[in-house]
């Protein structure tokens, strides 16, 4: 059976116009936007996917209908057998949710207590209560924070607790909409890293949005992106990265100041002297013959190939997505 | 219709009430501060009344002690009630509220809960100031026996209070601010519900529309029990106070639901 199941969700928002006069005041006029345009989809347990897009593709609309807090204008919809808006009490124990813009936890109280709070809310029983949270607390390096409020804490300390609140109660979903804006880098490779091995070792299945590439590439096996309301990609990381994007690049350190290769497709990048980092496009040139004809200029240093990273796959795809 | 989890909801609740108790403990200050102005209030009253009080009853109360007995009731459940319309306000307004959607107890319940635990912790801290006025000053000491009824009165006209606020803050699907609703109530609580002096001092018709009214159940019949703790006013206290907690909660249900489904449509 399926952790999530989706099928042709759609929401409409309704607005009413803003204008001048009594007669706009009596009987407003409407707009209809369409967030989502009908996405299908399917999740299995254990899987860790990715919803991206641009602002206003639909992501977060999706993530609110999953989780309850939003009604679809048509479709359905169901997590863990159970149709998120009409059984929103009885899911709400069966997944956990971090919103990276908003607070859940109590900000004027030590994080222990607001953890002890939890239990209460989620009915948890003591012991076993006990034992995951002293786990968590180790795995996460909640220690030091205990005792202190949450409005004491900075934002990566902070992220790190709400997202041990959203584990405590065992989930058997985690949803994290996006769960590392405004970290600094180490906090988000520590956020990524915990998600990772929490979700590994806990069989969880993770819904996460992101405009953060890496937080796609460390975290997901499988990419699923929205633009306008409807999905344009389903695929996993791996693939969507090789599939888009016949390009590799490649980065020559060297004792000369500059290196000038001319092949056929390959094109240089701006670089610092000394290094030189080509776009080669594998579809034109391969790689043994670039990484030949660099060697055979001689004072070369070191040879670095790589992908290209996420981010231009991504660009790409909305590029491509736009054109249509 | 699907059956209600009821004993999970309480237990929420409670764990939501203990929120509120720990959240007003931890605010030391405010405490202090509250304490002090109760004692302030109640030092300008006490001279306002021995000043004007040139008849030794009134309605059927002596005065000044009588009034001041009554006061010391009234702004001590006055002051002990936490401003929950806010946190309606923000958590609707901003936002916040859809977090507190994703969790297995309903928001409101564990709003009211945890404003209640507030409330229990004011009252509690504000007592030595409402024994200081009773023992010290001009005002009359009511009967031991009386107090058990007088202390579960607070509680229950404070649970009306809080309801009557909840309404303004509810009104935060529909218009933002709440401040406006809010002044609103809260000048009713204060003219129709007797806070400066019992209700029985106005004119035989507003005297009988106030007591049937909630505010009325907030502050004037948990503190008339102070001056006439006979057996049919305790009851007839009580059947106000629980009558409309009952009724107000219905009303702010009602309300929340239909608030929340124009949430769950349109989003924030």
């Given at each position: 059976m399926s952790a999530i199941t989706v099928r042709d969700l759609r929401k409409q928002f309704r607005?009413?116009?803003?204008?001048?006069?009594?007669?706009?005041?009596?009987?407003?006029q409407y707009t209809n936007i369409d967030a989502l345009g009908g996405i299908s989809f399917t999740i299995a347990p254990g899987e860790?996917?990715?919803?991206?897009?641009?602002?206003?593709?639909?992501?977060?609309?999706?993530?609110?209908?999953?989780?309850?807090?939003?009604?679809?204008?048509?479709?359905?919809?169901?997590?863990?057998?159970?149709?998120?808006?009409?059984?929103?009490?009885?899911?709400?124990?069966?997944?956990?949710?971090?919103?990276?813009?908003?607070?859940?936890?109590?900000?004027?109280?030590?994080?222990?207590?607001?953890?002890?709070?939890?239990?209460?809310?989620?009915?948890?029983?003591?012991?076993p209560f006990a034992t995951r949270l002293d786990a968590l607390s180790e795995r996460f390096d909640l220690a030091p924070l205990m005792a202190q409020p949450v409005n004491r804490l900075s934002l990566g300390q902070r992220m790190r607790c709400e997202v041990v609140a959203s584990l405590l109660h065992k989930p058997d979903v985690l949803f994290l909409d996006e769960p590392t804006i405004g970290l600094d880098i180490t906090a988000k490779t520590t956020i990524r890293d915990l998600i990772n091995a929490q979700a590994q070792s806990d069989g969880l299945t993770v819904v996460l949005t992101s405009h953060d590439t890496r937080d796609i590439e460390l975290v997901c096996e499988r990419v699923i992106v929205v633009n306008a309301g409807r999905i344009v990609v389903d695929q996993a990381t791996e693939t969507l990265r090789r599939r888009f994007l016949a390009r590799k690049l490649v980065t020559l350190r060297s004792a000369a100041p500059a290196i000038t290769l001319d092949l056929p497709g390959v094109s240089a990048r701006p670089a610092e002297p000394h290094i030189a980092m080509l776009d080669v496009d594998t579809r034109i040139a391969r790689i043994d013959s670039v990484v030949a004809a660099a060697l055979s200029l001689g004072g070369i240093e070191d040879i670095t190939i790589e992908d290209p990273p996420m981010e231009e796959v991504i660009h790409e795809i909305y590029a491509a997505a736009s054109a249509r | 219709m699907k059956p209600t989890p009821l004993w999970p909801w309480l237990r929420g609740t409670c764990a939501m009430a203990r929120v509120g108790v720990a959240a007003t403990l931890s605010a030391r200050t405010v405490l202090l501060g509250r304490a002090l102005f109760y004692l302030l209030v109640m030092t300008v009253l006490t001279r306002f009344w021995t000043t004007v009080a040139h008849e030794t009853s009134a309605a059927g109360i002596t005065l000044p002690a009588g009034i001041l007995a009554y006061v010391a009731i009234t702004e001590w459940i006055a002051l002990s009630v936490p401003a929950i319309h806010l946190r309606l306000e923000d958590d609707i307004r901003f936002g916040a509220v859809e977090a507190h959607l994703l969790r297995p107890i309903p928001y409101l319940l564990g709003q009211i809960g945890q404003t209640i635990g507030a409330m229990l912790v004011r009252l509690a801290l504000l007592s030595p100031g409402l024994g200081v006025v009773l023992l010290t000053g001009e005002s009359m000491l009511p009967p031991i026996t009386a107090w058990l009824s007088i202390i579960a009165l607070a509680v229950l006209g404070g649970t009306v209070h809080i309801l009557l606020i909840a309404l303004a803050g509810l009104s935060a699907f529909w218009v933002r601010r709440t401040v406006a609703a809010y002044l609103v109530m809260q000048k009713a609580i204060f003219l129709l519900g007797g806070l400066f002096i019992p209700v029985t001092f106005y004119p035989d018709?507003?005297?009988?529309?106030?007591?049937?009214?909630?505010?009325?159940?907030?502050?004037?019949?948990?503190?008339?029990?102070?001056?006439?703790?006979?057996?049919?006013?305790?009851?007839?206290?009580?059947?106000?106070?629980?009558?409309?907690?009952?009724?107000?909660?219905?009303?702010?249900?009602?309300?929340?639901?239909?608030?929340?489904?124009?949430?769950?449509?349109?989003?924030?």
């Open positions: 607005y009413a116009k803003s204008g001048r006069g009594l007669r706009n005041l009596i009987a407003p860790r996917v990715a919803l991206i897009g641009p602002n206003g593709a639909g992501k977060s609309t999706t993530l609110k209908i999953l989780t309850g807090i939003l009604l679809p204008s048509g479709g359905n919809a169901t997590v863990l057998g159970l149709t998120p808006w009409q059984d929103r009490m009885a899911l709400a124990r069966r997944i956990g949710v971090v919103f990276g813009q908003r607070p859940q936890l109590w900000s004027e109280l030590p994080v222990r207590q607001s953890f002890a709070l939890l239990r209460r809310i989620y009915a948890q029983d003591a012991a | 018709w507003l005297a009988r529309f106030a007591r049937g009214s909630p505010f009325a159940a907030s502050l004037y019949w948990p503190a008339i029990v102070v001056l006439q703790p006979d057996q049919s006013t305790v009851v007839m206290a009580f059947l106000a106070v629980f009558a409309w907690i009952v009724a107000l909660s219905l009303l702010c249900a009602a309300i929340w639901h239909a608030g929340l489904h124009r949430l769950l449509t349109q989003g924030i």
